[in-house]
């Protein structure tokens, strides 16, 4: 599993509205040149996160965007959800896995992997959900400490 650059500058993105939090909305035009992110990338980026419920835009003046729930709230996976989709651990684990003639894999039922495919899949999606958009700040603080 590989993050695309859409969840990388994605969270570049909401980490800048997780430390204005409760202040002003940020500009996508701020945003752009703090994180060095190309407008249109970062406007697609946006429409996810808008679409998600993760961030507001606020228009008229002073208008910008900002986080639509505290950052303790925004879990991760959330945001994974919002940028990459959902989440599987093998095709066959979301019903697109196609055998020979096009239907679902014969051997779903009676395959020895599954199980164990389930279970990367629940403990994956248990680590991205146990990390916030507050979490962000502590990782690059503890970095930076010394």
């Known amino acids: 599993m590989r993050f695309t650059a859409m969840f990388r500058y994605g969270l570049r993105a909401l980490a800048v509205m997780s430390e204005r939090y409760g ?32 961030i507001v835009g606020i228009r008229g003046p002073g208008g910008g965007f900002r986080l639509k729930r505290p950052p303790e709230e925004i879990l991760i996976g959330d945001v994974v959800e919002a940028l990459e989709g959902s989440f599987y651990a093998s095709s066959c684990l979301s019903g697109d896995c196609a055998g020979v003639s096009g239907n679902p894999c014969d051997r779903f039922g009676d395959c020895v992997v599954v199980p164990m495919l389930q279970r990367l899949e629940e403990e994956i999606s248990n680590v991205l959900s146990s990390y916030n958009l507050s979490d962000i700040k502590t990782f690059f603080d503890n970095e930076n400490a010394g």
């Open 23 to 54: 202040q002003q909305p940020v500009s996508a035009k701020e945003i752009s040149e703090l994180e060095d992110i190309s407008p249109s990338f970062l406007e697609q980026l946006l429409a996810h996160l808008r679409r998600h419920e993760i």
